[in-house]
């Protein structure tokens, strides 16, 4: 682990969470189409978090919430739940909600900027959510500003031994963080979030990304030395090259102590299509949670079954909760997109 006298660093996403935020989609958002569809996915998104773990939802319309979750949840759930009246753009806390460190009895909140990935989407109202969580004292933790910096969550993954991977084609793209250079944005990485060394992984994408690659659909790290990550066997699939590409370099990547990851291959979904456009779907977008892993499904059972089956091989002793995501995938992201984690 890199000198710090302080000892933090950005935890393993498998570490103790404090709690989990939620950012609820409401009618001016591009949800409002299938509005009732994907709240009903929320909602049972709330409903396994609450299980497991303290939640925070951010939402301009908390009555109209409480309602929705109080159709299905308990009132032990509800006690769990901290409902924040904030104004949004969308719903995607992994890419706006604050990235922490800890080391074991205080926390940092790093607030850095998110411009839409890249400046494609309005983001204002959904940039200045950390803030007004931090300012009405619903997360705790010491606050840092990097809003001059852009780092979306999604893009970055910790195996909490001092690596961090991220992926190229994200962090290098246009109207994020240019004219820095690879080697500038990995100075202020390792840096910021306390890491020894930055991995990047250069090949890997998915159809209909709005990221440009963001880490969180291709490659998730687990405990034991483990990288999960999205393999395609089909030849004659768009993405089988890039992939191909993407899983030789990982097997070229050593840990800390010289030795070779643990490579779990996850399936790709079969294509799935919104008229005429494809959608990002991928079994990597899992989500994290005290005691259990959400993971999406897209209504393929064989593919379905697999994934949940490698899943539960790199967390064992973890319950396996499935929530169909083919509504989240409409809007080009998935389960882990959706959430962000806390640790205190």
């Not at 939402?59 to 309602?67: F, G």
């Not at 739940?81 to 706006?96: E, G, K, Q, S, Y």
């Not at 300012?135 to 031994?161: C, M, P, R, T, W």
């Given at each position: 682990?890199?000198?710090?006298?302080?000892?933090?660093?950005?935890?393993?996403?498998?570490?103790?969470?404090?709690?989990?935020?939620?950012?609820?989609?409401?009618?001016?958002?591009?949800?409002?189409?299938?509005?009732?569809?994907?709240?009903?996915?929320?909602?049972?998104?709330?409903?396994?978090?609450?299980?497991?773990?303290?939640?925070?939802?951010?939402?301009?319309?908390?009555?109209?919430?409480?309602?929705?979750?109080?159709?299905?949840?308990?009132?032990?759930?509800?006690?769990?739940?901290?409902?924040?009246?904030?104004?949004?753009?969308?719903?995607?806390?992994?890419?706006?909600?604050?990235?922490?460190?800890?080391?074991?009895?205080?926390?940092?909140?790093?607030?850095?900027?998110?411009?839409?990935?890249?400046?494609?989407?309005?983001?204002?109202?959904?940039?200045?959510?950390?803030?007004?969580?931090?300012?009405?004292?619903?997360?705790?933790?010491?606050?840092?500003?990097?809003?001059?910096?852009?780092?979306?969550?999604?893009?970055?993954?910790?195996?909490?031994?001092?690596?961090?991977?991220?992926?190229?084609?994200?962090?290098?793209?246009?109207?994020?963080?240019?004219?820095?250079?690879?080697?500038?944005?990995?100075?202020?990485?390792?840096?910021?979030?306390?890491?020894?060394?930055?991995?990047?992984?250069?090949?890997?994408?998915?159809?209909?990304?709005?990221?440009?690659?963001?880490?969180?659909?291709?490659?998730?790290?687990?405990?034991?030395?483990?990288?999960?990550?999205?393999?395609?066997?089909?030849?004659?699939?768009?993405?089988?090259?890039?992939?191909?590409?993407?899983?030789?370099?990982?097997?070229t990547f050593r840990t800390t102590d010289g030795r070779p990851y643990r490579l779990l291959p996850l399936p790709m979904p079969r294509p799935i299509y919104d008229g005429d456009d494809r959608l990002p779907a991928t079994y990597a977008n899992f989500v994290i949670i005290n005691g259990a892993v959400i993971y999406p499904t897209y209504g393929q059972p064989d593919n379905d079954a697999e994934a949940a089956r490698i899943i539960g091989e790199a967390f064992p002793g973890r319950e396996l909760i499935g929530i169909d995501s083919r509504t989240v995938i409409r809007q080009h992201g998935s389960l882990h997109c959706c959430t962000m984690q806390l640790f205190s």
């Amino acid at each position: 682990m890199q000198n710090n006298i302080d000892n933090y660093m950005l935890p393993p996403e498998w570490a103790k969470q404090s709690a989990m935020q939620l950012t609820w989609p409401h009618a001016a958002t591009d949800w409002s189409e299938y509005l009732d569809d994907i709240c009903a996915t929320y909602v049972e998104m709330a409903d396994a978090i609450t299980r497991h773990e303290r939640l925070i939802v951010v939402t301009p319309e908390p009555d109209n919430v409480k309602t929705q979750l109080e159709k299905r949840l308990s009132d032990c759930q509800m006690a769990n739940i901290t409902l924040h009246r904030c104004p949004t753009n969308d719903t995607w806390a992994r890419d706006h909600g604050f990235i922490t460190l800890t080391n074991g009895s205080a926390t940092r909140l790093l607030d850095f900027r998110f411009n839409g990935w890249g400046d494609k989407f309005p983001a204002d109202l959904d940039n200045a959510i950390n803030r007004s969580l931090y300012d009405n004292k619903a997360v705790k933790g010491e606050y840092f500003d990097h809003n001059d910096f852009v780092l979306e969550g999604g893009s970055i993954e910790s195996d909490g031994q001092g690596t961090v991977f991220t992926t190229s084609q994200c962090l290098l793209a246009p109207h994020r963080n240019q004219p820095l250079s690879r080697q500038d944005i990995e100075q202020r990485l390792k840096k910021w979030l306390c890491a020894e060394r930055i991995l990047w992984i250069d090949h890997g994408h998915l159809e209909g990304d709005d990221t440009d690659g963001h880490i969180d659909t291709l490659v998730r790290t687990a405990p034991d030395s483990t990288l999960l990550y999205v393999r395609c066997t089909d030849n004659n699939d768009c993405h089988y090259a890039d992939l191909r590409l993407m899983e030789e370099q990982l097997g070229t990547f050593r840990t800390t102590d010289g030795r070779p990851y643990r490579l779990l291959p996850l399936p790709m979904p079969r294509p799935i299509y919104d008229g005429d456009d494809r959608l990002p779907a991928t079994y990597a977008n899992f989500v994290i949670i005290n005691g259990a892993v959400i993971y999406p499904t897209y209504g393929q059972p064989d593919n379905d079954a697999e994934a949940a089956r490698i899943i539960g091989e790199a967390f064992p002793g973890r319950e396996l909760i499935g929530i169909d995501s083919r509504t989240v995938i409409r809007q080009h992201g998935s389960l882990h997109c959706c959430t962000m984690q806390l640790f205190s």
